[in-house]
């Protein structure tokens, strides 16, 4: 079916859906499964020290011999390191986010690594594009945990019509209904971060899950505003502390020093009221936790009845 599509091409996989690079549940575990079902599964590095993710990348490597990623936050303390380590270990895509990774482009470009950047807005894709990025990933600001300013329905087409390279359209994407939208609007692949949370091979604790699959349409919320790094979450007792602070006129520290951690406390020791929940609006829409396999394969095997109900409707 997609023996065509760009990014397929480009990267030697077989379906055009992407993971999100979730920091500390995306692991080995989720990635490598992500890419044994055709897609492309990445390795959230976040702030990991090299040493740690060098055990994920190896993990990863054991269980899968298809094409994987990390995204990589330039805003890392240890971007550097991480760098040398996806040349030292020939990482086939790297994704970034927070940032320009030009200054790593030649050497990842060199051992044939593609480098793919998250950008929130037209000014940067066409920025990237021009100094040699592979592809980009216009990411709307439905998407969560750190997220821009714009919708991904006005960011996508815009973002195609700047840049010369293919487009990954992500957040609010979880069925095929969203793929045949993604490609209505001119992108050629999608990535899903939310849906895979809530994966059977998702590390995430079960309670994190839990609240996923009890979330409504508006139960998302977005905290940091007013530090400069807005952040997508569902709403509760962490956020509704952080707001008061912030309404209090809290400084930038003490806002910091709040969110410090607490992501760690949700997605590994459970707790959901006082830990930072970071998942997309489309949560409203997740009922059930499936495996990697059968998500990837309802994507893909509704994709044609999604455009023939188009065809029949409208077209």
């Given at each position: 079916?997609?023996?065509?599509?760009?990014?397929?091409?480009l990267l030697n996989i077989k379906y055009p859906i992407f993971q999100g690079g979730m920091a500390w549940i995306g692991t080995a575990e989720l990635a490598s499964a992500v890419s044994n079902a055709g897609g492309l599964g990445l390795i959230g590095a976040g702030h990991m020290p090299p040493d740690i993710l060098k055990q994920?990348?190896?993990?990863?490597?054991?269980?899968?011999?298809?094409?994987?990623?990390?995204?990589?936050?330039?805003m890392s303390p240890f971007v550097k390191e991480v760098m040398q380590l996806m040349l030292d270990e020939k990482v086939p895509v790297v994704t970034t986010g927070a940032g320009n990774?030009?200054?790593?482009?030649?050497?990842?470009?060199?051992?044939?690594?593609k480098v793919i950047?998250?950008?929130?807005?037209?000014?940067?894709?066409?920025?990237?594009?021009?100094?040699?990025?592979?592809?980009?990933i216009?990411?709307?600001?439905?998407?969560?945990?750190?997220?821009?300013?714009?919708?991904?329905m006005p960011l996508v087409p815009q973002v195609?019509?700047?840049?010369?390279?293919?487009?990954?359209?992500?957040?609010?994407?979880?069925?095929s209904r969203g793929m045949a939208a993604a490609?209505?609007?001119?992108a050629h692949a999608i990535q899903m971060g939310s849906r895979f949370v809530v994966s059977k091979e998702c590390i995430a604790h079960p309670n994190y899950k839990d609240l996923v699959l009890k979330a409504k349409d508006r139960s998302t919320v977005v905290t940091g505003r007013t530090l400069g790094h807005p952040v997508r979450v569902i709403a509760n007792k962490l956020t509704k502390q952080f707001f008061e602070m912030e309404a209090a006129g809290a400084s930038t520290e003490e806002l910091e020093k709040l969110g410090t951690g607490k992501l760690h406390l949700a997605t590994h020791k459970g707790d959901v009221e006082n830990g930072s929940v970071m998942i997309g609006q489309i949560s409203g829409m997740l009922e059930d936790i499936k495996s990697v396999q059968e998500i990837i394969d309802d994507i893909v095997n509704g994709l044609p009845n999604a455009v023939a109900e188009l065809q029949k409707n409208y077209l």
């Open positions: 079916m997609f023996e065509n599509n760009p990014i397929c091409k994920e990348i190896q993990k990863c490597k054991e269980r899968t011999d298809k094409p994987f990623g990390v995204n990589i936050m330039l990774p030009g200054e790593y482009l030649p050497a990842l470009k060199e051992i044939g690594t950047p998250v950008v929130a807005s037209v000014a940067l894709a066409r920025r990237l594009a021009k100094g040699g990025v592979d592809a980009v216009a990411e709307g600001c439905e998407s969560g945990g750190h997220i821009g300013e714009i919708g991904t195609v019509d700047a840049v010369d390279v293919p487009v990954i359209a992500a957040g609010g994407f979880a069925d490609f209505a609007l001119g």
